[in-house]
């Protein structure tokens, strides 16, 4: 019997379980993940930014959490030798049309708190020589780090502090009675007090496994990035992006310097086949049909049609992708890009076609789901695994206690 179990063993699942042994030091705690190691999907194939928050609502959990999260992810990294590089990134606008929002986005920015400055074209190419910019914000706070890492030692202060990760296990069903939550998986029974659902690409599926429907679907949607050739690293200093399209949700290609030393260039944005579809030819029928039976999807595909086509062009088309980064980097060339390994993000999508724009919590009796954690998830972590533990009921069996880790 443990008096928390947590299905899902990515960033989000990692660093709740280690907030709860912050606020319940002597609690007996297991995260159950189905693949053989933990931070395999959204985290492992995450491009390892931290995100300084600047392009969310202000007040939105995303905004704060990104603000907070970027400073927590630092003192952690920095307390656990974990490499990382608060390097800034510069968010450039290539032509006119582009310039007022560049100046709503600097406002955005300065509600949301952030310590950011415009900068003239001049001082854009001080700080990226090859970008062809007329004007830019730069985001100091903004860095780089390894996702993967930081989940695996969230994982070993789990273990440090008695907790139990039960790996190749999958959930198959939940049963909430008024005293504790029954999880039968693909390797028997776990029982727990409570249980919380950071599933990730499976969050609404394990939410209704558990008896509870949400006015959501989860969508995958395909990133698909190249990275420069080693010769032409040079390009970038460190991260480059450009103004989004503030009507469509996804922030368009850029490019990312990685901790490890090479570019990331992308990604697009592509409705998967298979909701762990890394690759163009992944495919599941399951998947895929549930995804086109939803009309949130047509509707958001008829609100974005000609978006999609453009982000489907540049997933076939090597000379489209290079096109596109060519706006912001000129002298990139078409053999200057390498494919790289894809990620794909867990977006949860309404009826209406609008996709949810928050982290989204839901509270079952004896069972929270974390049901809408894309990015900036992973730069949010620690303040996501914050808030879950802060709306968990008094449990009068757990001593509390304030407890730095």
């Not at 390894?146 to 008695?162: C, L, M, P, R, T």
């Not at 009675?177 to 998986?185: K, Q």
Request: aromatic share 8%; charged share 25%; proline share 4%.
């Amino acid at each position: 019997m443990y008096d928390f179990a947590i299905v899902g063993g990515g960033i989000v699942g990692l660093s709740t379980g280690m907030a709860l042994y912050n606020r319940f030091p002597n609690a007996k705690v297991v995260v159950i993940e189905k693949e053989a190691s933990v931070a395999e999907h959204q985290t492992g194939h995450n491009s390892g930014v931290i995100h300084s928050g600047i392009y969310y609502k202000p007040g939105s959990f995303k905004a704060r959490f990104a603000k907070q999260g970027s400073q927590s992810m630092r003192e952690f990294a920095e307390k656990h030798d974990i490499a990382h590089d608060i390097c800034g990134k510069v968010i450039v606008a290539t032509n006119q049309e582009e310039l007022p929002l560049l100046d709503n986005l600097y406002e955005r920015g300065l509600q949301n708190g952030l310590a950011i400055t415009k900068i003239s074209k001049e001082e854009l190419l001080e700080i990226e020589p090859h970008v062809a910019g007329l004007a830019a914000i730069r985001v100091p706070m903004a860095g780089i780090i390894n996702y993967k890492q930081v989940s695996e030692k969230f994982a070993e202060i789990i273990q440090e502090n008695g907790g139990d990760i039960l790996l190749n296990t999958k959930v198959e069903k939940i049963n909430e009675s008024s005293d504790s939550v029954v999880i039968e998986t693909t390797n028997g029974t776990v029982k727990a007090a409570l249980v919380i659902n950071c599933a990730g690409l499976h969050s609404d599926r394990v939410a209704a496994a558990a008896g509870y429907k949400t006015d959501m679907k989860i969508l995958p949607f395909r990133g698909e990035y190249f990275k420069l050739k080693p010769e032409k690293r040079h390009l970038v200093k460190n991260l480059i992006y450009p103004v989004p399209n503030p009507k469509f949700p996804f922030l368009g290609v850029h490019f990312t310097r990685m901790i490890n030393g090479e570019v990331d260039a992308g990604p697009n944005a592509v409705l998967a086949f298979k909701r762990e579809g890394y690759k163009k030819l992944d495919f599941s029928a399951k998947d895929l049909a549930e995804s086109l039976a939803y009309k949130g999807l047509w509707k958001l595909a008829g609100n974005f049609a000609k978006e999609a086509v453009g982000e489907y062009v540049r997933s076939f088309s090597k000379a489209q992708f290079t096109k596109s980064l060519q706006a912001l980097i000129p002298e990139i060339q078409e053999d200057d890009l390498i494919p790289a390994p894809a990620g794909v993000r867990a977006q949860a999508l309404k009826d209406d076609g609008s996709m949810v724009d928050d982290f989204n919590i839901i509270m079952g009796d004896r069972t929270i789901h974390v049901c809408n954690a894309p990015s900036p998830a992973a730069t949010a972590s620690i303040e996501i695994g914050k808030e879950v533990v802060r709306r968990i009921p008094e449990q009068t069996h757990l001593k509390e206690a304030a407890v730095t880790l």
